[in-house]
Nanobody, 122 residues
């Protein structure tokens, strides 16, 4: 499956943003889907994930209660809606697909898309 993230940009603190991850090649219904991010000088970190079979969702504590991950299987797209953005949300955001158990671990994902830059100004 090929993945392409989009929807990033320069926003102000407190704004909202919706990232999209368009998939091709295979249907995303076959996969757990995750969002990760990497800020300059930092390791890539888990943001959110949605499980293949149940659509159960999981979030990092840093974004919980202000983010929503969802999938549209008909459009073969996964979304990450983020609200009340903070400067510390500034990072390149990546979407990923996989079938292993640890949805919060990047090495448990097999497929990665190019990221989209999100910059939050204070």
């Amino acid at each position: 499956v090929q993945l392409q993230a989009s929807g990033g940009g320069l926003v102000q603190a407190g704004d909202s943003l919706r990232l999209s991850c368009d998939a091709s090649g295979r249907t995303i219904s076959r996969y757990n889907m995750g969002w990760f991010r990497q800020a300059p000088g930092k390791d890539r970190e888990f943001v959110a994930a949605i499980k293949r079979s149940t659509d159960s969702t999981y979030y990092a504590d840093s974004v919980k209660c202000r983010s929503t991950i969802s999938r549209d299987n008909a459009k073969n797209t996964v979304y990450l809606q983020m609200a009340r953005l903070k400067p510390e949300d500034t990072a390149v955001y990546y979407c990923a697909a996989g079938n292993l158990l640890r949805l919060w671990v990047d090495s448990d994902y097999n497929y990665w898309g190019r990221g989209t830059q999100v910059t939050v100004s204070s």
